[in-house]
């Protein structure tokens, strides 16, 4: 029962251009979102996060985008550099320390 | 502060044989889950401890099973492997504070090979 949905298993692009992540859930219990980024051979690591209360979280070069009447969020980084290459995860939890992960996305950047 | 830790870092086992895997959080931290990595599953949810009671579980068959401990530390065991086991199993922890989602922070897991 897969909740939490990124349909695109890999994504290139060109150093300096925009990258976008999508990620779709079922599940409208889910309240938190979250994105995390995972090098080979390491755990993943935390990027950024937003709450349902808001539709728009940005950091730095990353900006989370949550839509949650289409139950869509995406992940935009602006501009994309090499060391952006990496599996980006899509997480989200209904506040209850259940948190359900994404099939990831393997993202390139070509420089 | 010394990061989650995961023992072993590489494991093979045959078919049939039972595995246990460790996992030591970030100091403070009272939460532990577990995840299985596999390509194009992603992150499977296995089960959340938190001060030493299973808080969470997953759709993972009853051959999967953990345990915590009093110091947090936690434990995972996979009991009559299959193929279908190999993979990734990761470890996050946090503070684990009821009704609030807090990142996870992950260990760089245990490669599970079954042969």
């Known amino acids: 029962d897969q909740q939490v949905k990124q349909n695109s298993p890999s994504l290139s692009v060109q150093e300096g251009r925009i990258s976008i992540l999508n990620c779709d859930y079922t599940?409208?219990?889910?309240?938190?979102f979250l994105w995390y980024k995972k090098y080979p051979a390491e755990g993943p690591t935390f990027l950024i996060s937003?709450?349902?209360?808001?539709d728009k979280n940005e950091d730095g070069r990353f900006t989370v985008f949550l839509n949650k009447s289409a139950k869509h969020l995406s992940l935009h980084i602006v501009p994309s550099q090499p060391g952006d290459s990496a599996v980006y995860f899509c997480a989200a939890s209904a506040y209850n320390n259940d948190m359900r992960f994404g099939a990831g996305t393997r993202l390139t950047v070509k420089p | 502060k010394a990061g989650v830790t995961q023992t072993p870092r590489y494991l093979i086992k045959t078919r049939g044989q039972q595995v246990t895997l460790s996992c030591s959080p970030i100091s403070g931290h009272r939460s532990v889950s577990w995840y299985q990595q596999t390509p194009g599953q992603g992150l499977q949810f296995l089960f959340e401890?938190?001060?030493?009671?299973?808080?969470n579980k997953g759709n993972f068959p009853g051959r999967f099973s953990g345990r915590q401990f009093s110091n947090s530390r936690s434990e995972m065991n996979v009991s009559t492997l299959e193929l279908g086991d190999s993979a990734l199993y990761l470890c996050?922890?946090?503070?684990?504070?009821?009704?609030?989602?807090?990142?996870?922070?992950f260990g760089s897991g245990t490669q599970l090979s079954v042969l």
């Open positions: 401890y938190f001060s030493e009671t299973q808080r």
């Open positions: 599940n409208s219990m889910f309240d938190y």
């Open positions: 996050a922890s946090s503070a684990g504070g009821q009704g609030v989602v807090e990142k996870l922070f």
């Open positions: 937003i709450s349902s209360i808001k």
